[in-house]
C-alpha cells in the first residue's frame, strides 16, 4: 500500500515536472523563424507585430496555443503554431520570456 | 510647445490607462480559468497595442473582461493608451 502511494506520487509529480520545464537552448534554436517578425531576441522592429522579449512565458503559451487552436484568430501566426509541439511552445517562451525587453507598467 | 504637446498626449493617455493599470500593473497577477499571467504592456509597440484592442473588440481574439473594456474605447482613446505603455520604456 505505501509503495503504489509512492507510485502514484511519483506518476503525478515526473511527468508534470518534465513537460512543462521548457528548455532554454532549445526555445532559442526554435526561435530563428519567429526572428523575421519579431526580431531577433523578440524585439519586432515591424511595429504592428508584438514585441515578445521579456513577456510572461505563461502568457506567451496561452498565446501560442489559442493561434493552434484557431481560437485566437490570426491567419499568419495559425500557420506557424499549427507545427509547434507543447514542447515547442514551452521551449519558445521560455527563451523569449527571459530577453531583456518588456516590464509591468507602474501603477502610479 | 512641442514639450507642451508631448506632455499633454502622455498626460491624456495615462489618464485613459487608469483601468487597465488594475489588472495590468499589479506583478504576479493571474488571469484565471485558464491561468497566465497578465500579460506585460509597458514598452510594448503602440500599432500593436491598438490592433490587439480591435480584436478583443470584435471578439478575433475571445476575452470577455478584455471584450467589455474595449468595447467602451473610441478609436482615439486606444491610439492614446498604446502611446502611453509604449513610452513606458
Known amino acids: 500500500m505505501r509503495n503504489l502511494k509512492k507510485i502514484l506520487i511519483i506518476m503525478i509529480l515526473i511527468p508534470s515536472s518534465l513537460l512543462s520545464a521548457g528548455d532554454y537552448n532549445s526555445g532559442k534554436e526554435k526561435s530563428q523563424i519567429c526572428a523575421a517578425c519579431h526580431g531577433v531576441d523578440g524585439i519586432s522592429q515591424i511595429k504592428t507585430y508584438p514585441i515578445l522579449a521579456g513577456q510572461h512565458k505563461n502568457y506567451l503559451v496561452h498565446s501560442l496555443k489559442g493561434y493552434r487552436s484557431g481560437e485566437r484568430k490570426n491567419i499568419i501566426m495559425k500557420g506557424f503554431a499549427e507545427n509547434l509541439s507543447d514542447q515547442d511552445i514551452e521551449d519558445l517562451s521560455v527563451y523569449f520570456s527571459m530577453q531583456k525587453g518588456l516590464t509591468i507598467p507602474p501603477l502610479k | ?89
Not at chain 2, 487608469?18 to 489588472?23: N, S, V
Not at chain 2, 500579460?39 to 490587439?52: E, R
Open chain 2, 1 to 89: 510647445m512641442s514639450n507642451n504637446i508631448y506632455a499633454d498626449e502622455f498626460a491624456i493617455g495615462k489618464a485613459k490607462s487608469e483601468t487597465c493599470l488594475g489588472c495590468h500593473a499589479i506583478p504576479g497577477y493571474n488571469n484565471v480559468y485558464p491561468t497566465y499571467k497578465v500579460p506585460k504592456l509597458a514598452g510594448q509597440h503602440a500599432d500593436y497595442i491598438v490592433s490587439a484592442l480591435k480584436a478583443y473588440q470584435n471578439n478575433e481574439r475571445q476575452h470577455p473582461t478584455m471584450h467589455a473594456n474595449a468595447m467602451g474605447l473610441s478609436e482615439q482613446d486606444m491610439k492614446d493608451i498604446a502611446k502611453y505603455f509604449e513610452s513606458l520604456k
